[in-house]
């Protein structure tokens, strides 16, 4: 029988593939496994730690008061970073991706997991207490870091800049819920009736960012200003 010469390349390609797909010293040779032990090292374990003290690229974090919220063993005071807009906003951001549902959104500690059977051996955090509204700026960036109590810590998923940006939301939330009459803008000031400041003074930056109305923007009327922290930004604060 004739073997045609498309069966004869067919034949040949099939047995280079099986002829040179049997060595195995790609797959068999010496190596090791994550997490497998190895009798190289006296310890058992095949790979080795860093030199003490070893310092990453970029890693070695010298600056205490933006890495940890303490200098000397004291929680710092002032932001170590520029408090702006965007770090409130990115705050915002972050602190509704993170705390809201828990801690609620404006920090009453009624977040919808908490209002719907989440219990703990502590409550959630209230943030409008006078002690919260008295502690020091890193108390907020140190219970990110490192948890606080049952709340556990966040300082693996939130990077320290981040930190801070809640942090300086909260302040916000806190504002929101205790701002001092003379700190409300004038159209807030009208709608509860505080006459004797109106119109003098604009609200400070905080107010603008919680949606009381930006400098920017013309006052609304009067009767449009009935805004609460939940209602400002079109319903979505
Ligand atoms: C899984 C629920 C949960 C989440 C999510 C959560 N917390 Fe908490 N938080 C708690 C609980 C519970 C407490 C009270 C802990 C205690 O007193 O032992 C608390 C307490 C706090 C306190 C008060 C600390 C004090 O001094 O009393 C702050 C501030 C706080 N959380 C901030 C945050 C921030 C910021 C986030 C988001 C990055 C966050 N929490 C996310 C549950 C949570």
Wanted: hydrophobic fraction near 35%; glycine fraction near 10%.
């Amino acid at each position: 029988m004739k073997i045609s010469a498309l069966a004869k390349i067919s034949l040949a390609l099939a047995a280079t593939t099986i002829l040179t797909g049997c060595h195995t010293d790609m797959w068999v040779q010496p190596k090791v496994k994550s997490q497998e032990k190895s009798k190289f090292f006296a310890d058992g374990k095949n790979t080795r730690m860093p030199v003490e003290g070893t310092v990453p690229v970029g890693g070695a974090k010298l600056d205490d008061a933006y890495y940890t919220g303490y200098v000397d063993g004291k929680l710092v005071k002032e932001f170590p970073v520029p408090v702006t807009k965007e770090l409130i906003r990115r705050g915002q951001e972050r602190y509704r991706i993170f705390c809201t549902h828990c801690h609620g959104e404006i920090g009453d500690g009624k977040g919808m997991i908490a209002q719907r059977g989440f219990t703990l051996a502590q409550p959630v955090g209230n943030y409008h207490t006078d002690r919260l509204r008295e502690m020091p700026i890193g108390h907020f960036y140190d219970v990110i870091n490192r948890g606080y109590g049952t709340m556990y810590p966040f300082g693996a998923r939130i990077k320290p800049e981040d930190r801070w940006a809640i942090a300086a939301y909260i302040r916000v939330l806190q504002f929101s819920q205790h701002a001092p009459l003379e700190d409300l803008d004038q159209p807030v000031r009208q709608k509860l009736g505080v006459t004797t400041a109106q119109a003098t003074k604009q609200g400070p930056l905080f107010t603008e960012v919680a949606g009381f109305g930006a400098a920017t923007q013309p006052a609304p009327a009067p009767q449009d200003t009935t805004m609460t922290m939940n209602e400002a930004e079109g319903g979505r604060l």
